[in-house]
């Protein structure tokens, strides 16, 4: 039961990382635009659509502690912090 329970820990930490890199997608488009917007830009709302980029990644160091807290407390529990959640049934599997 316990062993479901950290599997399941380790795919939604897993999933948690997952979600930090997929947040710097928006402000990489927002760049393709170039650093400076013109006045032209700022016009069409580029320039909310960059401070929502920025407002979106701005809470990034706050996930990776959590996903470092959480992959602390699988490796005391199990001991590995279980970084490739599906790698471990393989792992466990072997003698």
Avoid: C
């Avoid at 897993?14 to 930090?20: K, M």
């Avoid at 006045?39 to 401070?51: F, H, K, P, S, T």
């Amino acid at each position: 039961m316990m062993n479901i329970f950290y599997a399941i820990l380790a795919w939604g930490n897993f999933a948690l990382l997952a979600a930090a890199a997929l947040k710097f997608i928006p402000i990489v488009i927002s760049l393709t635009h170039g650093i400076h917007l013109s006045a032209a830009q700022v016009a069409i709302g580029l320039a909310d659509e960059r401070a929502w980029a920025m407002d979106l990644i701005s809470d990034t160091p706050y996930l990776l502690l959590v996903w470092l807290s959480v992959a602390w407390v699988l490796r005391r529990q199990t001991g590995s912090a279980i970084l490739k959640p599906w790698s471990t049934a393989t792992q466990s599997a072997r003698p």
